[in-house]
């Protein structure tokens, strides 16, 4: 079954909105761990506008599932991630102005930050390399190409999508994690999440995890941590959740 990795990022920018000590992100991964989450994700912006470096510190030596480091592919960004050593290095695009992550990568432009020499500087100390990027063919392809493991599909399309076009979207995704399996890569997906259409998500062949943020820290300032973790995992496995913990 799909497995879930919250992202914490949110709690963080609560705490940084008055420079204060709390809410504490480790904390709240610890909650989310305890109510069944398989994994935490959080994402080092260059601009340290939520997490802070010593969150991912104390989160390496605290988290007891997986830690997906949410990164730019930046020099800086590497030595970090590879003196850190997260389980999984997902490299995102990231500009300044945006409030969150707009679009997957651009993998086309040989200009680009994305190149096969991060990739397998990160490689090299073990952390598994994730692409996120968007379900399209082209793309897919040179993420397999530059030597990602991973990829991670970017769902918010789908998610802010209605009709007919909802539709396609989820055709998009079905076809891009078919293609991104078929060329080895393993298959993740997020952005825009909740529980009201995160389950078909989860039906998609392929697809062994999520990334889900906002909603879950929306919902867990009404409703807290824990109960937040279990109603999204309700939400993808209403029939019940096994998983295998060894399974990373």
């Known amino acids: 079954m799909t497995r879930l990795h919250v992202n914490v990022d949110h709690v963080a920018t609560i705490r940084q909105a008055r420079s204060t000590i709390y809410p504490d992100p480790v904390t709240a991964a610890a909650l989310a761990e305890s109510a069944g989450a398989h994994g935490i994700t959080v994402h080092l912006r260059e601009d340290r506008r939520h997490i802070q470096d010593r969150d991912v510190e104390i989160l390496r030596s605290t988290v007891t599932t997986v830690l997906n480091l949410e990164m730019a592919c930046t020099d800086e960004m590497v030595a970090i991630a590879t003196r850190i050593r ?36 990160l490689g090299e100390v073990g952390i598994r390399v994730s692409l996120f990027i968007n379900a399209e063919e082209d793309v897919i392809r040179a993420a397999a190409d530059l030597g990602a ?19 396609r979207q989820m055709e998009a995704i079905e076809s891009g994690a078919a ?16 529980t009201v259409d995160v389950g078909p998500i989860c039906a998609v062949s392929g697809i062994e995890e ?39």
């Open 86 to 121: 997260p389980d999984i290095a997902t490299i995102v695009p990231e500009r300044r102005q945006e409030q969150t992550t707009e679009r997957g990568l651009v993998l086309d432009d040989t200009r680009g930050p994305v190149t096969r020499e991060r990739i397998s500087a």
């Open 149 to 167: 493991q991973m990829v991670e599909l970017h769902t918010g399309p789908y998610c802010h999508a209605r009709g007919e076009r909802k539709k």
């Open 179 to 194: 293609l991104a399996r078929g060329l080895g890569l393993r298959v993740a997906a997020g952005h825009g999440l909740c």
């Open 210 to 248: 999520l990334n889900i943020g906002h909603s879950i820290v929306a919902r867990a300032i009404l409703v807290g941590m824990e109960r937040a973790v279990r109603e999204m995992l309700e939400a993808m496995h209403p029939q019940g959740l096994t998983w295998n913990p060894e399974v990373r």
